[in-house]
């Protein structure tokens, strides 16, 4: 007789717990408590809305808090879920939560290890399969250009979540991020990879594999594709060890940790030592990639909440009293900043000027300034995400429903900006590009 797929899960599980998978070298205890400590303090500010990444971050650490936890965990169940209000939808007027906000969530909740089964849980449920069939359905058939109504990162995200709860999804849905994972949807320019993007899918795939709800069939292409990201993210390791850039190489690691890569192939070692080298020069302020490397720290991934217990867990961290050092700005010494806009395919810019701020300013401090000039009119507005900040207007001009354009933020004349507005710092007599472009 053969033996039931539950064992035959158990029994990899059982493997993965016996061989050195992909994971940081010891002796690095004070780097990831710092980080820990970072994301804890990020808790602390109620001026800003609870992001369900940080969270799973802390959830996935060895080392806790609980009454911190817990209180993050209040406010975040109070954007999502608001008691005065049956249907599922974010406190304050906001929007309904997209794909990738309500996928996140539901992570959160089983990271807590909350009951799914109260009619409220369900429905939460019930809202993400809603949403995964509306992105399923935006995507036609042999259309390269076709995509997701949000995008293939939050279209995986949101599978991921729903085995993570261990639900059935749908074979059509799964079958629609196949199929855009093998045929290379997750590119950009023809060639270039969204690493982030392969890497969620890859998560996706690798908790689908584990599951008892599909054939054989889909099993075995579910591990074909396990196999085909991580040839696709080893591919993308750069010289400097990093996974595309530094800012998607947590989430390939996590992909890598859920896949059981050993430490013995080169790929991991040297991805764990550019993270950590990165770690140390204090590049992961970003709350969302800050809180999708802290689990890599533990050697976790996401796929990893499906099996938490939360049993009584033992307050071991101290954040101490000093609070978190604000960026550092000089007000007596000032930077010039050549800012243009541009749009395809007009040869004029829409904006170019120079812009005077102190040294140590963002971009998003960049931006404002220019706006405040009076020598010439510039424009622009942001929306709030997950990861800061996100660029969505300028001069006017911003990316009609449905149209797949963005504003993208370069270097002069070429270097493509990987941090958010709010994360980058630019240098003196730097130029900024802002175009808007086909994404």
């Known amino acids: ?85 049956s249907i599922p939808t974010p ?29 409220l849980e369900r429905q939460l449920v019930t809202q993400l399969k809603l949403h995964l069939h509306k992105e399923k359905a935006s995507i036609v058939a042999r259309e390269k250009r076709s995509r997701p109504l949000t995008n293939y990162y939050q279209y995986g995200l949101g599978v991921l979540a729903l085995c993570v709860h261990n639900k059935k999804v749908d074979v059509h849905v799964i079958s629609k991020l196949l199929a855009a994972e093998e045929h290379g949807r997750f590119e950009h320019g023809g060639s270039q990879l969204f690493v982030d993007t392969e ?25 074909q594709a396990v196999g085909r990201v991580k040839k696709k993210i080893f591919q993308a390791q750069t010289p400097n060890g990093t996974f595309g850039n530094i800012y998607s190489s ?12 050993k430490n013995k192939e080169p790929e991991c070692p040297n991805g764990m030592a550019a993270l ?11 709350p969302l990639v800050g ?6 720290l533990y050697g976790k991934s996401y796929v990893d909440i499906a099996s938490m217990e939360c049993r009584t867990e033992e307050d071991s961290l101290v954040l101490g009293t000093s609070a978190p050092e604000p960026r550092v700005t000089s007000q007596n010494t000032k930077i010039t900043i050549h800012l243009t806009v541009k ?28 706006e405040k000039q009076s020598i010439k009119p510039f424009s622009f507005e942001t929306q709030e995400t997950l990861s800061g900040p996100m660029l969505t207007s300028v001069m006017g001009v911003k ?30 007599d730097e130029s900024i590009i802002l175009k808007f472009i086909l994404w």
């Open 91 to 119: 406190a304050s007027g906001q929007e309904q939560p997209n794909t990738g906000q309500l996928a996140l969530y539901l992570l959160a909740l089983r990271a807590a290890c909350q009951d799914m089964e109260t009619p």
């Open 399 to 428: 990316a009609r429903q449905g149209e797949r354009k963005y504003w993208k933020i370069l270097r002069f004349p070429h270097t493509t900006v990987e941090q958010g507005i709010a994360d980058y710092i630019p240098q003196n």
């Open 250 to 261: 947590p989430l390939a690691v996590q992909f890598l940790i859920a896949a059981g890569v």
């Open 291 to 296: 809180s999708q490397l802290l689990p890599v």
């Open 199 to 223: 890497a969620m899918a890859g998560l996706a795939f690798a908790c689908l594999e584990r599951a008892t709800f599909y054939t054989p069939e889909l099993v075995a292409e579910l591990n």
């Open 1 to 85: 007789m053969d033996r039931p797929r539950w064992l035959a899960v158990f029994l990899l599980h059982s493997l993965f717990a016996t061989i050195q998978l992909c994971e940081i070298p010891s002796g690095r205890t004070h780097q990831i408590k710092s980080l820990n400590k970072e994301l804890l303090k990020l808790t602390e500010d109620v001026s800003k809305q609870p992001n369900p990444s940080v969270y799973l971050g802390l959830r996935l650490s060895d080392y806790h808090i609980r009454e911190r936890e817990s209180q993050y965990l209040q406010r975040l169940k109070d954007v999502f879920q608001p008691s005065s209000i």
């Open 276 to 286: 950590l080298g990165k770690l140390e020069e204090g590049s992961f302020q970003n």
């Open 343 to 370: 749009r395809i395919p007009r040869r004029l810019p829409l904006y170019s000027g120079f812009v005077r701020v102190p040294a140590g300013s963002s971009l998003l401090d960049v931006l404002k300034a220019a």
